[in-house]
Each structure stands twice: as C-alpha cells, then as structure tokens.
C-alpha cells in the first residue's frame, strides 16, 4: 500500500470511527430519560410566567448554582474531589438501617408518611395516599456507575404501592425525577403534579394531559372535600442535560382540615421560608431538605444549621430531614447531615424526627426515633 492509499484508509477509518460515536451519542442523548424541551401550549404558559426570563427560570432572588471564590470549592476543583478524593466516609460501612412497612396494609384514613431515602416521601392526607420524587433505581444518574445507593437502601419498588391518588414532583433533576421508577408506576398514577414545564417529560413517557397538573409558584389546586396542594417556591435549579433551568423547581404545601404538611424539595436558604411560614400559620409537619450541601453551593443547597433556621422560619412543630441517606452526591460523611442537624436542632421550637428508611410516621401519635445514623 502506497503512502497515499495509506493515509486516505486511515482518514476513511477516523472518520467511520467519528461517526460510528456520533451516532452512538446521539442515540445516547436522546433516550427519552432525558426528555425534551417544553413546546407548544406548554411553552406559551411558561412564557407567561413572570419568574420566566427570555429562555430560563430563575429564583425570586436569582443566585449561583456554584460559587467561584466563594471561600469554597470552584466547579472544577468540586468535580476532581467528586471523582478522585477518597470516598470511603462518603457511604456507610454496611447495610443502611431500615424499617419496611406494608404501605398495602396501612389504614387508609390514617395520616401519615414513610421516608424512603433521598428526597422519595410517601403520604397520606385525608384519604389521599400521594408519593413524592420517588427514585427507586440503584442509580441517581443518567450514568450507571454514578451515584449509586447505599447498600441496604433501595427497599422499595413499584409493587410495594398501592394506587396513587397523586405523584408530586419538585423538579427534574435525576435524583427526583427517574424514568424507570416513573414508568413502573405509571399504572397506579391518577394525576401528576409539578410545576411548570416539567409536565413535559410525562406527556413524552406517554401520560395523557389531562392526568397532568403543571402549575406556577403560588398556584392552588383544589382536590376536593377541603384538601389543597400549594405549589410554592423553592431557590434552586433544572435541568437534565447542558441547558440549564428550562423547568421550574418547587416546595409543597399540603393543606387539609386537620393537618398542614411541608415539603422544600431542594433548595437554598432564603427569606421565602419565612414568608411561606406566615403565609400558613405554621406547619405540623416538614420535610426539609438535608444533605447533599457544600459551602461552594449552598445557594442551591442548605447546610445543617440553614435548615434549622428555615425550619423555625415555617413554624414546623415537627421536623424530618430528607435528601439523605441514600445516595452521596456531595463531598460530606453521610451521617453528617444527621449529625450535625440534630446538634443544631437543640433547644430549636420543633422537634427533631430521624426515622429509618421505610418507618411509619404516624402524624395522629407522638413518636421518638432512634439515631439509628450514629
């Protein structure tokens, strides 16, 4: 073979190879786990949303997802710690502690929740049994060797529910929003509810719109029989892929004669836990954000002692932290979030609830829970 033929094989193999990868990045990327982009009337509701700027959303008061020069961590130093620093304190030595209760045999008009790990919460509120960002997958990421479970965690499937009046999810992102949890699901769903644009990605698995109720911060929906669901703000961030806050993000109220419920999904600390505290009167029970922080982000992201203080901003009586003890997306020990709340929470007007993965939480009884992450 002469120089020439030579050379032009070896392009023609280059470029073969080149698109060969191209193709498979593209197949890669548009699995229908990463969804698309709101459009149509979607996308004519997003545009009349005043927390809706040009081609993104953005918190009432627009922060950093990552600080640079903050006194912490730039992005690129948090990802090389993320990937290479030692990550033995990141999970727990064995098997996370849990407590698996029959969510079939629960008496249906007993309010009450169960913490699954992560941000996954299931409820019942006035007859209406309601699940919350489940993630049952042994991945939180698009990525199979990212972000894996803690060993003894994942106790949960979509078999062990019973049929769902509602699915309420905060945002998009993997750890809240996961397909293969979603689809398996997707039977015992009467309606969905989230905020603004994440609608999409339901209609695209298949949902049809009128099982989907997608509305803005400060919105209310009325189920009927005095039990509401407020849709309120979180400061926070979306996306699944390069563009970054195609969707909104959101907190929940759930409202009922009886009981006032919380949940922040993720969020930074600001002066919006205050005015959402007054706004209720208080709450009996929140579910608050804690883990996965770091002093670069906790804009996006509260550390213990932010908690704390938005847990006394809500007025909550009783307080369980969420967001982890399942997965470690975040540089810090995994009891730390735990630890370090409970420290903070002394002499705090709520009380402090540290439940297993999987244990009842039964909102008519006063209940004490071990420190099972000690």
């Known amino acids: 073979m002469n120089r020439r033929n030579f050379i032009r094989n070896g392009l023609i193999g280059v470029a073969g190879a080149a698109a060969v990868a191209g193709g498979g990045i593209f197949y890669y990327v548009n699995r229908p786990e990463f969804g698309r982009l709101p459009s149509g009337d979607r996308l004519k509701k997003i545009l009349n949303s005043p927390h809706y700027f040009t081609d993104h959303f953005e ?19 948090a990802t090389v710690k993320f990937l290479f620093a030692d990550k033995s304190a990141l999970s727990p030595p064995g098997s996370v502690p849990t407590a698996k209760t029959n969510l079939r045999a629960i008496d249906s008009n007993l309010d009450c929740a169960v913490w699954m790990g992560h941000s996954t919460i299931y409820l019942q509120l006035a007859g209406k049994k309601i699940l919350l960002d489940p993630v049952f997958s042994s991945y939180a990421s698009p990525i199979f060797f990212v972000n894996r479970a803690f060993e003894g965690s994942n106790i949960y ?3 062990d529910f019973p049929e769902l ?10 750890d809240h929003l996961d397909y293969p949890s979603v689809m398996a699901l997707k039977p015992k769903i ?25 509305e803005d911060w400060d919105s209310v929906i009325d189920f009927g029989n005095n039990f509401t669901v407020h849709i309120l703000t979180s400061q926070h961030f979306s996306g699944r892929m390069l563009k970054q806050n195609p969707t909104e993000w959101c907190s929940f109220a759930f409202i009922t004669p009886r009981r006032k419920i919380f949940c922040s999904g993720d ?11 007054e706004k209720f009167g208080g709450f009996d029970f929140a579910f608050m954000e804690n883990g996965q922080y770091n002093e670069a982000w906790h804009a996006i992201h509260m550390l213990p002692n932010e908690t704390a203080a938005a847990s006394e901003d809500i007025r909550a009586k009783k307080v369980v932290p969420i967001h982890a003890g399942k997965f470690a997306l975040s540089r ?3 009891n730390d979030p735990y630890k370090d709340l409970t420290a903070e929470s002394a002499g705090k007007k709520y009380q402090l609830l540290t439940p297993r993965i999987g244990e009842l939480i039964d909102f008519t009884q006063e209940q004490n829970f071990s420190q099972w992450f000690i």
């Open 157 to 159: 499937s979509a078999e």
């Open 190 to 214: 009467k309606t969905v509810l989230c905020p603004l644009g994440v609608g999409e990605y339901f209609e695209q698995w298949g949902f049809p719109p009128e099982k989907i109720i997608e």
């Open 267 to 277: 969020g930074g600390y600001n002066d919006h836990f205050k005015k959402i505290g």
């Open 332 to 334: 810090h020990a995994w």
């Open 59 to 77: 918190c009432l008061t627009p922060v950093r997802v990552m600080a640079e020069n903050s006194g912490g961590e730039n992005r690129i130093v």
């Open 165 to 174: 009046d509602i699915l309420a999810i905060t945002h998009d992102h993997w």
